[in-house]
T-cell receptor, first 113, second 116 residues
Framework: DAKTTQPPSMDCAEGRAANLPCNHSTISGNEYVYWYRQIHSQGPQYIIHGLKNNETNEMASLIITEDRKSSTLILPHATLRDTAVYYCIVRVGGVRGNTPLVFGKGTRLSVIA | GAVVSQHPSWVICKSGTSVKIECRSLDFQATTMFWYRQFPKQSLMLMATSNEGSKATYEQGVEKDKFLINHASLTLSTLTVTSAHPEDSSFYIC????????????FGSGTQLSVL
C-alpha cells in the first residue's frame, strides 16, 4: 500500500504557482520523497526527489518539513501542459535503492487558462 | 536524463494470441527493471521485478505463467502476455533504475494492449 496521502484533485490558474501537498507521517529515516507526474496515456515522468533538505530543479521545488512527515511540491508558474496526475512516493534510496516505486492515487492537477 | 524505450506503443491482438513488449535502457545499464500495469482511471500497479540473469519476482495475484518476463541483458527486459484475453487489455509500463547516478527510476512511454 502507498505510504502517502494526497488530495485527489486540485485546480490552479495558468501562470500561478501550484502547491501540491503530501503527507507521509510514517516515513523512515532512509526513505526519500519522490515526485512523479503522469500525463494522460504516457509513462510517469520524474520531477524531483529529496531526503531532508529542500530541493529545486528546472521543473519544480520540493519543500520537506523539518520532521519529514509532509512535503509540498511547488510548480512556480503552472502552464496548461502541467495538467497531469502528480504522485508523491516514499522509497528507500541510496545503495539499497533497488526497490520499486509504489504508486498511490495521486493528485489530479488541472491548470486552467 | 536517462532514457527508457518501450516498444510497441500500442498493440491490438486477437484473444488467445501472445504479445511481447520490450523495454530498453538506452544510455545506462539497468540490473533491475520493474513492470507495471494500469487500468483506466486507476493508478499504476506493480506486476513484477525483473533482475538481469535471474528469475523475475512477481507480486501477489500476478500469474507468472501468463506474464513471462525475461531480462537477458543489462539493457533489455521483455514482458510476454501469453494467451491474451480481453481482461488483459491494459496499459503496461516498464521502469528502470539508473544505478550510476542519483536514486531515480525512469519510465518507458507505455504500451496500450487491446485484446479483442
Amino acid at each position: 500500500d502507498a505510504k502517502t496521502t494526497q488530495p485527489p484533485s486540485m485546480d490552479c490558474a495558468e501562470g500561478r504557482a501550484a502547491n501540491l501537498p503530501c503527507n507521509h507521517s510514517t516515513i523512515s529515516g532512509n526513505e526519500y520523497v519522490y515526485w512523479y507526474r503522469q500525463i494522460h496515456s504516457q509513462g510517469p515522468q520524474y520531477i524531483i526527489h529529496g531526503l531532508k533538505n529542500n530541493e529545486t530543479n528546472e521543473m519544480a521545488s520540493l519543500i520537506i518539513t523539518e520532521d519529514r512527515k509532509s512535503s509540498t511540491l511547488i510548480l512556480p508558474h503552472a502552464t496548461l501542459r502541467d495538467t497531469a496526475v502528480y504522485y508523491c512516493i516514499v522509497r528507500v534510496g541510496g545503495v539499497r535503492g533497488n526497490t520499486p516505486l509504489v504508486f498511490g492515487k495521486g493528485t489530479r492537477l488541472s491548470v486552467i487558462a | 536524463g536517462a532514457v527508457v524505450s518501450q516498444h510497441p506503443s500500442w498493440v491490438i491482438c486477437k484473444s488467445g494470441t501472445s504479445v511481447k513488449i520490450e523495454c530498453r535502457s538506452l544510455d545506462f545499464q539497468a540490473t533491475t527493471m520493474f513492470w507495471y500495469r494500469q487500468f483506466p482511471k486507476q493508478s499504476l500497479m506493480l506486476m513484477a521485478t525483473s533482475n538481469e540473469g535471474s528469475k523475475a519476482t512477481y507480486e501477489q495475484g500476478v500469474e507468472k505463467d501468463k506474464f513471462l518476463i525475461n531480462h537477458a541483458s543489462l539493457t533489455l527486459s521483455t514482458l510476454t502476455v501469453t494467451s491474451a484475453h480481453p481482461e488483459d487489455s491494459s496499459f503496461y509500463i516498464c521502469s528502470a533504475r539508473d544505478g550510476t547516478g542519483p536514486e531515480k527510476l525512469f519510465f518507458g512511454s507505455g504500451t496500450q494492449l487491446s485484446v479483442l
